[in-house]
């Protein structure tokens, strides 16, 4: 149980088109989704926390207008990278808290990523 | 915000060796991961350990929450445990947070 999965795995886009990455948790219900980014041999940077049903909660340093989340259901979440640039690429990670799981409602389920390359 | 800090930051062990991975953090947290990081990217989890001992196989945890670090124990190392080592928190219920990462490298 408590599987997170990510769409897609790996994306190549041009400068300046948008790419949509979707994240959903498959047995379980989410009332709240993260989104990181990871660089190359960096750790991982909370980008934003995503809530069904309401806006997400960006971070400092995040341009909420260029990185657009959408929480629409209990189970789906996704990440928009608007007028994507070189600089954009980078591997996006989503997690998930589960409180109904019957699990620990604090522990985090993590997707395997997508590796988005600008060109 | 709060800080996480992990050491060593890298690690070269011999296969068959022990080796323990210390993670700080500054502040008082709800939930403490272990995670390894394999080449593909996927965090794999390893122990949920806000507080206390857990053994699962080769690895072991412990957290001592009154005192802000948790350690994660590989014993008789495998050059399989290769890869990156992440501790994560959970900070004013709301806020999940990584540490810098152990980069683990067991040679054969």
């Known amino acids: 149980g408590a599987v997170v999965s990510q769409h897609p795995s790996w994306v190549i886009c041009k400068s300046g088109t948008s790419v949509k990455i979707e994240c959903r948790s498959l047995d379980f219900q989410a009332t709240t989704m993260f989104w990181y980014r990871q660089f190359p041999k960096q750790s991982l940077m909370l980008m934003a926390t995503s809530n069904e049903g309401s806006k997400a909660t960006y971070e400092q340093g995040v341009e909420k207008d260029k990185f657009l989340i959408n929480h629409a259901s209990l189970t789906l979440s996704t990440l928009t990278v608007t007028s994507a640039h070189p600089e954009d690429s980078s591997f996006y990670i989503c997690?998930?808290?589960?409180?109904?799981?019957?699990?620990?409602?604090?522990?985090?389920?993590f997707g395997p990523g997508t590796r988005l390359t600008v060109t | 915000g709060i800080q996480v800090e992990q050491s060593p930051p890298d690690l070269i062990l011999q296969e068959g060796a022990n080796s323990t991975l210390r993670c700080n953090f500054s502040?008082?947290?709800?939930?403490l991961q272990w995670f390894h990081q394999n080449p593909w990217g996927q965090l794999i989890n390893l122990f949920y350990?806000?507080?206390g001992t857990k053994q699962n196989g080769r690895l072991s945890a412990t957290t001592v929450a009154t005192e802000r670090y948790s350690l994660l124990y590989i014993s008789s190392s495998q050059t399989t445990d290769s890869g990156v080592y992440f501790c994560?928190?959970?900070?004013?219920?709301?806020?999940?947070?990584f540490g810098s990462g152990t980069k683990l490298n067991v040679k054969p």
């Open positions: 502040d008082s947290v709800n939930n």
């Open positions: 350990i806000p507080s």
């Open positions: 994560a928190v959970l900070y004013n219920f709301n806020k999940f947070y």
């Open positions: 997690s998930a808290r589960a409180p109904t799981s019957g699990g620990d409602p604090y522990e985090q389920y």
